[in-house]
């Protein structure tokens, strides 16, 4: 039986998940799960892919991404590969790492990211011990939610405030921004207006159901088990997978969406800062210089290997220190953040 197409598509949203090899491991320390982060952390500016969420458990992992282009596969290909290599080498062991192919969900109503994201960071807390396991869950639809209880509720909620491998301790305002994880969509999902507001909207979205004792699964209406969406749309997209392969083909490369052309996205820098490219370029460290580089990488379908070949001035690891830089210092700087809104907009429109 032939395994089913992956559906890569430039621009959407995908919730990725992978076991461990016979329900083994894939952490032994916590130095294997920062070496896996490490790895994560690259994906942005190798693959053109926004990383919004993850959680690392000792078994498995689940992330929440954005793919710029029709890259899925190869992305979480090379992520897995890469680790897998260095997980035996460290503990001296061969075969496989991960079991099987890695699960994926195409997630095409924007709507429900915020329960999947809330899905996806309630995972620590999803265990017997704290009345949440699958028994737990499978009695309260049935029979019901009891009152918790102040105690337990505490516990929960220290228990996912206190787990150390989920971006949810960055959401929450307990660990430093990563510069690599875009926050923007659930920071602003829940509400309000300043940082703080929207901080206390998301804890109160995301607690809810470990107060009430029901964790809601959003897999429950997938589309042939795959897509997470309207239903008419996901079987227009399914139709494409299953026809033949010159759609297959089209779809797969998300074709029909296009990237803003380099030099466009250049006289656009320029017209919003007020300042010859050249210059920008010259200028050691220039914000500019590496806010184009930075967004072009992360919003607007470029790698990073394609715009050090555009300009030849600026080496690969000048330009990947440089894209660093800019995504952790634009959270406190508003004309930095000004500006990615600005340029983006600008390519939108274009």
Same mark, same amino acid.
């Given at each position: ?22 329900? @083994? ?48 596969? @190869? ?75 102040? %105690? ?22 307990? @660990? ?39 964790? %809601? ?68 460290? @220039? ?23 555009? %300009? ?39």
């Amino acid at each position: 039986m032939a395994r089913p197409l992956r559906i890569n598509l430039a621009g959407a949203w995908y919730h990725v998940m992978s076991r461990g090899n016979g329900g @083994d491991p894939i952490y032994r320390s916590d130095l294997d799960r920062r070496r896996f982060l490490g790895l994560l952390a690259e994906m942005p500016e190798r693959f053109s892919i926004e990383v919004h969420a993850f959680v690392l458990m000792d078994n498995h992992y689940h992330l929440l991404v954005r793919c710029g282009e029709a890259n899925l596969s @190869d992305a979480i290909r090379w992520l897995q590969t890469s680790y897998a290599g260095r997980f035996n080498w460290v503990h001296q062991r061969r075969g496989h790492v991960f079991q099987g192919r890695f699960k994926s969900v195409l997630v095409l109503d924007d709507g429900r990211l915020d329960e999947v994201g809330r899905y996806l960071h309630l995972n620590p807390v999803r265990i017997a011990g704290l009345g949440l396991g699958k028994e737990d869950q499978r009695r309260a639809r049935v029979l019901g939610c009891e009152d918790p209880g102040k %105690e337990l509720v505490s516990r929960r909620i220290a228990t996912l405030c206190n787990y150390p491998w989920s971006s949810w301790r960055v959401y929450s305002g307990n @660990d430093p921004m990563a510069p690599w994880l875009c926050r923007d969509r659930f920071q602003g999902g829940c509400g309000g207006r300043s940082l703080k507001e929207q901080r206390r909207a998301l804890l109160s979205f995301t607690e809810a159901p470990i107060r009430q004792g029901v964790i %809601e699964s959003p897999w429950e209406k997938l589309v042939a088990g795959m897509i997470l969406g309207d239903e008419v749309e996901a079987q227009r997209v399914l139709k494409k997978v299953g026809g033949n392969r010159k759609e297959q083909t089209a779809v797969r490369r998300g074709e029909g969406c296009t990237r803003p052309p380099w030099e466009e996205m250049v006289k656009a820098t320029e017209k919003i800062l007020g300042c010859r490219w050249g210059d920008m370029i010259r200028r050691h460290g @220039d914000w500019g210089r590496d806010g184009l580089l930075a967004v072009s990488t992360r919003h607007l379908g470029w790698r990073l290997s394609e715009v050090v070949r555009k %300009e030849p001035e600026v080496s690969y690891a000048a330009a990947a220190q440089g894209i660093r830089r800019f995504w952790k210092l634009a959270p406190d700087r508003p004309e930095m953040q000004a500006f990615v809104k600005a340029l983006t907009a600008s390519m939108s429109n274009g």
